[in-house]
Structure formats: structure tokens, C-alpha cells
């Protein structure tokens, strides 16, 4: 039966699909399948006593106040525990550079709101982050991609890119999802210097930056950008840096932030009044008690070491049991690694198999806005448990080996 | 010192401005002045203890889902159990119908991002609720206003309204924010027979209709649309129907429920997925765990009972303190009622003398999006303690009086 409503609906709702990942993640649930598809935390890690302890404490003391209405930028002791713990990592910033989104992905709609008309090209790395790409669908945005290789974002391309006149670079310069990928301190720079020259500001996501388990901690873009851009203690620089408490804590509380001039956090707070007033008073209240004191610092140290074991069980998996033809990466941290099929294979087509030998990830193409990628795909290492990870990497690899013989016969016959 | 980023707005920021209700907090915000300004609940009835015990049983129980990352369209036990509660008021409709907002504001931007085009008209209440003006002005939206009495919306002038070719109807049927009046069941068919024959769809944003002191509950609008518009149980009717435990539990949590036909729930759980993912997993069970068993209509009894206590003692004072020229609404349920001064006087100009006497309420002008108002007043019975609204509203009748009796002068030395 037709509704009134179907003839309504406003012309950039056309270009609306429901998530790639979301519909392949359906196909993935099923409960017998080892799925490294999903971007999912582990759950083991997740602090649920000191959470109760918090919640608790919180309840006793700021009841009326955790769940009452709050401001819209976000709680002021949380925001200060951020610029705290942001200069550590050579951001100097105060808490008015600082608000408080329901998760990245809000932050993401929020830039692309206040910053995409609609046609406007943006560039990205390739392959890049998809939820990004549908939040600026959204908004009209076009893409320039910028190749990357084992160090990052070739930077060497980045002129050309920027003289079609992009609104904005966007880069996620650690163990980047989807390609596990981080960008070499000389890339880095070579950005900074770039997007300056140019005069075009910078957006860095980095959402696991804190994730490393092994090799030297990056100054990130906006540090290497701040050095010479601080007006009496206010960051005034040439790039939006972004991070979130979903890999840190728990992603179930949407908590994340954004770091910015003062007058684009202002503009963001308009945004955010009109759009959901503010975050969750009691997620950013329970946050602060749980993070506050050094547990945080503490906390990260044992996600790190999981992650790490993880990682490790599937690298060494890998090279058992994978085919010499097909490559992957090897990130010093974060969630995902990387997998590169020999050209002319079709990811998307072996997940189909794959889902019938009960294992999943997720096909790269998705992740390539300009096109290609077909023969890519990513692997998560973070919500499965070792063994599982041994189990699963195993069935893929004994698929990807039939599937590369037949790739290769198929070739030949056509040489 | 500039930045890059601020030539950098696209088109539709120029239109955002900060939100005046809450500017005006701010200056209202001092704390020995008595605010009638806000749109707060009341504290006292918030229930703390029992989100102490949900939270502790929801994390001794389901710890890592309630951390972790969870689906769109909100908690399935949750979004049943708004089935299950609309079903007693009459709105039958099954978990499919309904998607969980953060909060009611999230619910009215996506209703903006989903129908509005730049330039499309809607038609209002007037005065209407802010926040909704707020939500779409920044995609462009004009408005019609239908002008309402004592029994809400005019119905008799929305004909001349619908020939013009409005995108929807928006109303607040019930104690609506910012008059406190309740439209009459005969208008509520009339509007529903209008629309229908117009083709013209409803959004019915009913934050307070559970909180009625007294008289009898009216049917919702989408109950009188929707005794004939059901296909196999899904709702499949001409009206978007909005409520939210803002007012029922805490605000803030930010938690809201859309109801509407499936394909409309499937678009706004599109636009969610890309606009922050999914309402926050641990403020979604809480909030279950906390209003089962019955605990909601216990609770909502208690509100119902301080609520009413203060709009009695506020009329009272009204009564006893404010001049005759001066009129107001006497709601039967909801936070606020509505003053309206003498004509040709304005309320902004009352409210800066009011601040100085430490007593604070919101102008009326805002609320009307075509003009006209500038003499109305929203005036909040539900935060304030009754000591202290007696107290606020003597200090405000004394101003009202002094203000009314220069008005008189002035006006007779122009006659």
C-alpha cells in the first residue's frame, strides 16, 4: 500500500544506499561463520566492572545532574581530560578547541554539513574510510584519490590533486582503515607543508593512534601543522583532528571528539544544537569517571596486548598458509590489516565462496571512491579470539589457493 | 589570526544561526535569578535510584553488549516495548514501524534531511516549537503558519494553507511547547480529514501527552488516521508520529522513537547510519531495564503529581499578582504555559527589566516563524520548585503591572 509519504522525500535522499558494510555484515552474522568483516572492538577488553563501579559512583553523586540536559559542546572536566591528554601527544590545545560528537561518524556528518556544497571535491587517500564516504555522500561531495603504498599517501601525487581546488584532504595516518597502513613521518610532513602551500586545510581521523604495539610513536598531522599555529594557548592550525573513545572504551557509548580553531568548533556546536542538542549527559559523565586518574593509560596497555597477540596469530597464519601470489600488510597496530589479491581477481566474488566455506571479510572495492580495488580486501584482527583467528585464516587461505590456481589457469588459456 | 577553514562554509552554514532559547539561557542563567526560561524537567523526579540498579544488572548481565557497537534502528526489546505501549493508546503498529532517535531534536533533523528541499513550505502551529524551526531552517525551509486559540490549530484556516503546496504538517497536539494548549478531538478529525483529502502527510510530535494532570485523553492524531490504514499489522498511514523518555525518564540519555511507515523507517535508519550509526547501546538498555515490569506507568504518575502541584500553585500566583490586561493559557498537562501581554507591548523588552528583578522567561517571537508574537511569553511550571515559582511569579506580576500601566500611558498619549 502506497503512503503519501514515498512522493515526499527530498532530492539527496536519491543518492541515499543503506551501507555496503552493513548488508555484507547481514550476509556475515550467521552464527557458525568466522567473520574478520565486522570493525568490532573486542568485547573481552571492555572494562564492565569499572564501568558498574562508575556508573555507581556517578549515580550517588551527579544523578540529577547525569541525567539531566547538558550543554551542547560537551561535559567541560571530559573536554579538559582530552586537552590533557591530547598535549601529551604534542597537541597543545584548551577545552575550547574541543567538542564532544555522538561517535566519528557524527563528526564526520558534521564536516560534511558545515564544509561540503554539493559537487565539491574532497581528496582521499585510496583506498580510504567508507563511513566517511557515506557521510559526504550525502552532501553531494565528489573524490580525488591520492594512491597509497606501505608508507601512506603518496604524497608526491598530493600537488595535482590540490590544484583541481578540493575543499579538504582527508587522511588517516594510523594503521588506517581499511588498509592497516600508517604514513611515514616524511610524508607527513611533505602533507603539512603541501596543504599549506596550497591553502587547503587538512581533516585527520585517528581513531587508533593509541593502538600501537610495537615501532615509534608519529606526531600526528595536526602536531606537525600546530607547531607554528597557537594564538594565547588556542590551536589556530590547518587541520580538524579527530579520535574517539570507541577503541579506547566502549564504542556502545558513542563518545568521540573533534579538535579544531575556535570558530569552526562553534560552527560545529550550531550543528550539533540543531541536530541532537547534545551528547548523552550520562555516557560523557560515566566516560570521565571510568578514564579519569590514569586508568585510561593503564587500560590501553591491555588492549594493545591483545590486539598485538591477534595480530601476530594471523600474520603467522598467514604466511603458512596463504598463496605466495596473494600480498598483505603487516600494521604496527590498530584493527585491520590488508589483503591484495593478483590483479583481474575479484574479491567480491571470492567472499561468496568464502561464506560458503564459513569464513568472511569485507571486499576492498567500497573502500576506492574513484574505482578499482576489486582484487582488495580487508581483515579484521580485533574481535576474533587467536585460535579462531588460526581456524579462519586457514579455511581462507585453503580457498584462496584453489581460487589463485584457477585465477592463473584461467589466464592462461586466454594468454 | 584566520584560518583556511573559515572561507571554507558551504552555502547552507549562512543561514545557521546559535540557537536564541539558548542564548537566552545563558543569560538567564545566573544563579540567583528564578528561571522560567528553560525547558528543563525536574530533577526530583528523576529516578536514580533505579538507574543504579538497571545499570548494575545490565552490566552484570550484558556487559559487553551494552558497550558494544549494535544496530540503527535501536534496541529490538526496547523498540517492542514502544509497540506494546502505543498499542494502549491506540497506535497499532509492530517493532518495524519504529526507529530509536537520539533524542526528539535527531528525529525532527532527519525528518528535515529526508523531506525538505530548499524552499519547500511547511505548515505550522503558530507559535510552533523552536527546535523544530531550528532542525529546518538549516535545510531551507519556509514556513505557513496556521494561527491556534485555546483548542489549538485554527483547522478552518489549514485548507487555504494545503493549496499551497506545503511538504507537511507539523503539529504538537498535546500541551504543545510553547502555549501549553491541547487541540480539541473535533479539530484532530477535521485535520486529519483535511490532510487526507489534500494528500498532504502530518508529522505529530508528542513529547508530553502522558503527562496530563486532568481531563480526558484525546486519540493522537496517527490513531485517527490509522483506523484504516493497516496492511498485516505494519502501519502504513499518512502521519509521522514522534514521542521520546525525555520527559518520561531522563533527558539525558537523548532517547526518542520515531513511528512511521516501514519504507520511512528503513530511510531514516539510512540517514542515521551515516549520521552517527546508532543511538548509544548503553543508554538503549538501561533505559529498557529501568522502564519494564511496569515501572513507566508508576513513574510517570509521580511526574504527573508534581507537575501538576506546580502548574496549580503558578496559576494560582498568576491569579492573585498579574494585571487584568495580561491573558494566559491554563494547561491540562506539559511544562509550560503561555502569557499575552497587551497588545503593541513587547515581552523581549519586559524580559530585560525582568532579569534585573532575578525573575526570567522566554519571548514569544521566536516561536512564530512568519512573524507576529513580539506581545507573547512562554513561561516553564516544571522545574521550578512551588516556594519558589510563588516567589518568581509575584516578582514577574509586579513587573507586569508597572509594565501594563506605562504601556496604558504611553497608548493614551498617542490616542
Same mark, same amino acid.
Given at each position: 500500500?502506497?503512503?503519501?509519504?514515498?512522493?515526499?522525500?527530498?532530492?539527496?535522499t536519491?543518492?541515499?544506499?543503506?551501507?555496503?558494510?552493513?548488508?555484507?555484515?547481514?550476509?556475515?552474522?550467521?552464527?557458525?561463520?568466522?567473520?574478520?568483516?565486522?570493525?568490532?572492538?573486542?568485547?573481552?577488553?571492555?572494562p564492565v566492572?569499572?564501568?558498574?563501579?562508575?556508573?555507581?559512583?556517578?549515580?550517588?553523586?551527579?544523578?540529577?545532574?547525569?541525567?539531566?540536559?547538558?550543554?551542547?559542546?560537551?561535559?567541560?572536566?571530559?573536554?579538559?581530560?582530552?586537552?590533557?591528554?591530547?598535549?601529551r601527544y604534542?597537541?597543545?590545545?584548551?577545552?575550547?578547541?574541543?567538542?564532544?560528537?555522538?561517535g566519528?561518524?557524527?563528526?564526520?556528518?558534521?564536516?560534511?554539513?558545515?564544509?561540503?556544497?554539493?559537487g565539491?571535491?574532497?581528496?582521499?587517500?585510496?583506498?580510504?574510510?567508507?563511513?566517511?564516504?557515506q557521510?559526504?555522500?550525502?552532501?553531494?561531495?565528489?573524490?580525488?584519490?591520492?594512491?597509497?603504498?606501505?608508507?601512506?599517501?603518496?604524497?608526491?601525487?598530493?600537488?595535482?590533486?590540490?590544484?583541481?581546488?578540493?575543499?579538504?584532504?582527508?587522511?588517516l595516518?594510523?594503521?588506517?582503515?581499511?588498509?592497516g597502513?600508517?604514513?611515514?613521518?616524511?610524508?607527513?610532513?611533505k602533507l603539512?607543508?603541501?596543504?599549506?602551500h596550497?591553502?587547503?586545510?587538512?581533516?585527520?581521523?585517528?581513531?587508533?593512534?593509541?593502538?600501537?604495539?610495537?615501532?615509534?610513536?608519529?606526531?600526528?598531522v595536526?602536531?606537525?601543522d600546530?607547531?607554528?599555529?597557537?594564538?594565547?594557548?588556542?590551536?589556530?592550525?590547518?587541520?580538524?583532528?579527530?579520535?574517539?573513545?570507541?577503541?579506547l572504551?566502549?564504542?556502545?557509548?558513542?563518545?568521540?571528539w573533534?579538535?579544531?580553531?575556535?570558530?569552526?568548533?562553534?560552527?560545529?556546536?550550531?550543528?550539533?544544537?540543531?541536530?541532537?542538542?547534545?551528547?548523552?549527559?550520562?555516557?560523557?559523565?560515566?566516560?570521565? @569517571? $571510568?578514564?579519569?586518574? &590514569?586508568?585510561?593509560?593503564?587500560?590501553?596497555?591491555?588492549?594493545?596486548? #591483545?590486539? =598485538?597477540?591477534? !595480530?601476530?596469530?594471523?600474520?603467522?597464519?598467514?604466511?603458512?598458509?596463504?598463496?605466495?601470489?596473494?600480498?598483505?600488510?603487516?600494521?604496527?597496530?590498530?584493527?585491520?590489516?590488508?589483503?591484495?589479491?593478483?590483479?583481474?581477481?575479484?574479491?567480491?566474488?571470492?567472499?561468496?565462496?568464502?561464506?560458503?566455506?564459513?569464513?568472511?571479510?569485507?571486499?576492498?572495492?567500497?573502500?576506492h571512491?574513484?574505482?578499482?580495488?576489486?582484487?582488495?580486501?580487508?581483515?579484521?584482527?580485533?574481535?576474533?579470539?587467536? @585460535? $579462531?583467528?588460526?581456524? &579462519?585464516i586457514?579455511?581462507?587461505?585453503?580457498?584462496?589457493?584453489?581460487? #589463485?590456481? =584457477?585465477?592463473? !589457469?584461467q589466464k592462461?588459456?586466454?594468454?
Amino acid at each position: 500500500m502506497q503512503t503519501p509519504w514515498e512522493y515526499r522525500y527530498a532530492h539527496r535522499t536519491q543518492k541515499m544506499g543503506s551501507s555496503v558494510i552493513r548488508e555484507l555484515l547481514k550476509l556475515t552474522e550467521q552464527p557458525d561463520i568466522i567473520s574478520f568483516a565486522g570493525g568490532l572492538p573486542a568485547p573481552e577488553v571492555f572494562p564492565v566492572a569499572e564501568f558498574r563501579e562508575a556508573c555507581n559512583r556517578v549515580l550517588d553523586t551527579l544523578g540529577a545532574q547525569a541525567l539531566q540536559y547538558s550543554t551542547t559542546e560537551g561535559y567541560t572536566p571530559l573536554r579538559e581530560m582530552i586537552a590533557r591528554h591530547t598535549a601529551r601527544y604534542g597537541i597543545h590545545v584548551n577545552a575550547n578547541n574541543i567538542a564532544i560528537t555522538s561517535g566519528s561518524q557524527q563528526a564526520l556528518d558534521f564536516i560534511g554539513r558545515l564544509f561540503i556544497n554539493r559537487g565539491d571535491y574532497i581528496v582521499v587517500e585510496s583506498p580510504t574510510y567508507l563511513g566517511a564516504l557515506q557521510a559526504w555522500n550525502a552532501y553531494g561531495a565528489q573524490y580525488i584519490s591520492v594512491p597509497s603504498d606501505e608508507n601512506g599517501m603518496i604524497v608526491d601525487e598530493l600537488e595535482k590533486a590540490l590544484r583541481i581546488g578540493p575543499k579538504f584532504i582527508y587522511v588517516l595516518p594510523n594503521f588506517q582503515n581499511p588498509s592497516g597502513v600508517t604514513m611515514s613521518l616524511e610524508r607527513r610532513q611533505k602533507l603539512v607543508e603541501i596543504a599549506d602551500h596550497y591553502g587547503v586545510p587538512i581533516i585527520e581521523d585517528d581513531p587508533y593512534g593509541q593502538l600501537r604495539f610495537e615501532g615509534d610513536h608519529l606526531p600526528s598531522v595536526a602536531v606537525l601543522d600546530s607547531r607554528y599555529r597557537h594564538d594565547n594557548g588556542s590551536y589556530t592550525g590547518n587541520v580538524i583532528y579527530m579520535s574517539t573513545f570507541s577503541k579506547l572504551l566502549a564504542p556502545g557509548l558513542r563518545l568521540a571528539w573533534v579538535i579544531a580553531p575556535e570558530q569552526v568548533i562553534r560552527k560545529i556546536v550550531m550543528t550539533k544544537q540543531a541536530a541532537d542538542l547534545h551528547t548523552a549527559t550520562f555516557s560523557q559523565i560515566v566516560a570521565h @569517571e $571510568v578514564a579519569k586518574g &590514569g586508568f585510561l593509560d593503564e587500560h590501553v596497555k591491555v588492549i594493545r596486548a #591483545v590486539y =598485538k597477540e591477534r !595480530r601476530d596469530v594471523m600474520l603467522e597464519t598467514m604466511d603458512e598458509v596463504f598463496p605466495r601470489e596473494v600480498r598483505w600488510t603487516r600494521p604496527q597496530g590498530g584493527m585491520f590489516l590488508w589483503g591484495i589479491l593478483p590483479e583481474h581477481m575479484d574479491a567480491a566474488e571470492v567472499l561468496k565462496k568464502a561464506v560458503e566455506k564459513k569464513v568472511a571479510f569485507v571486499p576492498g572495492a567500497p573502500f576506492h571512491p574513484t574505482g578499482g580495488g576489486q582484487n582488495t580486501m580487508r581483515i579484521n584482527f580485533s574481535y576474533t579470539k587467536p @585460535e $579462531v583467528i588460526r581456524e &579462519g585464516i586457514t579455511r581462507l587461505g585453503m580457498l584462496l589457493r584453489e581460487e #589463485v590456481a =584457477k585465477n592463473a !589457469r584461467q589466464k592462461h588459456l586466454y594468454d
